[in-house]
């Protein structure tokens, strides 16, 4: 049986920590080490928008030193990596750079979206729990130094993700000149809190009923430990306010600090965080609350063990981003069935060019959120549909996927319907390089075939067999409709299909008797 020592590396808001896991497929995941470092580098970021010399100078250090412990363990592999303090900067590049030539260190830098795929990985480590509790309507709250991320599940599946830049370290900067001039700094975070709270609410809650939450984040991982009680804990509704209460029994910062024995020099993040878990709670009326006891580092390791196969995870990840980008196409009144017979089509020709287009199935899944959001922008604009759907692609976070597979995604769909532009032209306002430009190139060219053999939206089509044969992808369709309208613009689509992958896509009609 082979046991993979790993090491996760988080470079947060307030402190960089390494967790040493051993992997196994009979064991599972097993916390050998946990080392952590407080440095406030959301501080400097969130500010400033660049970190300090002698800041970064402190970050290499500890890096070092990590370099030096995953040595000791004689760690097999290691994942590193940086989330918004980093992300935020104005000298991200540098910074990057410089821990590489320190430490020979490869620290990634994760989009919000991925890095709270990952924390929710890591609640799914705890498959039993996690499976059951997701049955009914859950939310996911995870706090962190620069934002919160409020996930919904029913059902077993993913309804919504949204991101509030509310995070411990970013209303603490925010309020500090405030917090020396008042002696009930909780009711001025809650103040200003309370709106975005509201709105969220309004906007997303209104059709869901919430039983469960879990609850992730340093701090409230901390707190339970402090508690004596298990890592992984459930409490009533009524056991977690009372907790609250215990601790702000009396408004007093000083003995909140006492209460909270090691924690109490962290207080004036720690209660950012405490308000913003009850304040959830009570707008949603949950009922169990579960802290799993988890964070990012323990995401990585799945993550890990899942690619490299040591583990088979019960949950589908995958299904969890295709479910999003529905809830995303609901919400702008994009025509479900019509999406339905185009993502059936789309998906059909991927399958049939494997060979041809050698696009993996990651690819894949990209292929089919774009066929999902590609109409949305018809609920802002019939006239300027393409560059509508662009920004809102590019406007909206998708858990799981990053910055860069997003924009892919948006430029697809904006060239779906817009005449495609040489790399040159394509690249003076993208980040993208030539292997994404050609990644748009051949998603754009499926969608826009699959998409004009649905053109009238009245799914015509029934019964539909792709065959590859030569230089031809041959569409062959059973129905007893006027196809004409299809035909007709398909010769352009075609076209461009046609450069793309020198492969002629063809319609045959098949008339049923």
């Known amino acids: 049986m082979q046991i993979v020592t790993f090491a996760a590396i988080e470079i947060g808001s307030y402190e960089v920590s390494m967790k040493i896991l051993e992997l196994s497929s009979k064991y599972g995941m097993k916390e050998v080490d946990y080392i952590r470092h407080g440095l406030e580098l959301g501080k ?3 500010n400033q928008k660049e970190i300090s010399n002698e800041m970064l100078e402190e970050l290499c250090e500890v890096l070092e030193d990590f370099t030096r412990i995953m040595k000791g363990y004689q760690v097999d592999d290691y994942r590193a990596c940086a989330t918004s303090a980093i992300r935020e900067t104005r000298n991200c590049l540098l910074i990057l750079d410089k821990i590489r030539v320190r430490t020979g260190l ?4 994760l989009s919000n979206s991925e890095h709270r795929f990952l924390g929710y990985k890591s609640i799914a480590s705890n498959e039993e729990s996690f499976q059951k509790i997701i049955q009914k309507g859950t939310a996911i709250v995870d706090v962190g130094g620069g934002s919160i991320q409020i996930s919904l599940f029913d059902k077993d599946a993913l309804v919504s993700t949204q991101n509030l830049r509310l995070g411990t370290m970013r209303i603490r900067e925010r309020l500090a000149e405030i917090e020396s001039q008042t002696t009930h700094f909780g009711d001025i975070i809650e103040e200003m809190i309370n709106n975005e709270l509201k709105s969220y609410k309004r906007l997303y809650l209104k059709e869901h009923e919430i039983k469960h939450m879990i609850l992730v984040g340093d701090y409230i991982n901390q707190l339970v430990d402090q508690s004596g009680r298990a890592k992984s804990v459930s ?11 215990k601790i702000l029994a009396d408004g007093s910062r000083e003995k909140a600090r006492e209460r909270l024995g090691d924690m109490g020099e962290n207080l004036s993040l720690v209660l950012p965080a405490l308000i913003i878990y009850r304040k959830l709670i009570e707008e949603t009326g949950a009922e169990v609350i579960w802290v799993p006891g988890l964070n990012i580092s323990d995401g990585l390791a799945y993550d890990y063990a899942e690619r490299k196969k040591i583990f088979k995870p019960s949950h589908n990840f995958e299904n969890d981003i295709i479910e999003a980008a529905k809830n995303i196409a609901k919400r702008y009144q994009s ?3 019509h999406l339905l017979g185009t993502e059936y089509l789309a998906l059909t020709i991927f399958d049939k060019m494997k060979r041809i287009h050698g696009m993996d199935k990651r690819e894949r899944l990209l292929l ?13 604009s019939m006239t300027h549909t393409a560059e509508c759907s662009y920004q809102i692609v590019m406007s909206t976070e998708i858990i799981g996927l990053s910055h860069r597979e997003r924009e892919i995604i948006a430029n697809a769909i904006r060239f779906d319907t817009e005449e495609f532009v040489s790399f040159e032209e394509f690249s003076m306002g993208s980040s993208l390089d030539k292997n994404d430009y050609l990644l748009i190139a051949k998603i754009s060219a499926i969608l826009r075939v699959a998409n004009s053999m649905d053109r009238s939206h009245k799914q015509k089509f029934k019964n539909v067999r792709v065959t590859l044969k030569e230089r031809e992808l041959l569409v062959v369709v059973d129905t007893v409709e006027d196809i004409t309208l299809e035909q007709g613009l398909f010769s352009h689509k075609a076209d461009f299909f046609e450069t ?4 002629r896509p063809v319609i045959r009609q098949k008339r049923q008797v």
């Open 44 to 46: 400097d970021a969130y």
């Open 335 to 337: 025509n479900k069935t």
């Open 235 to 245: 409490f009533t509704r009524e056991e977690y306010l009372n907790l609250y209460e």
């Open 500 to 503: 793309i992958f020198s492969i």
């Open 106 to 109: 490869e620290v990634e830098i």
């Open 368 to 380: 089919q959120i774009a066929v999902w959001l590609h109409d949305c922008g018809k609920y802002i």
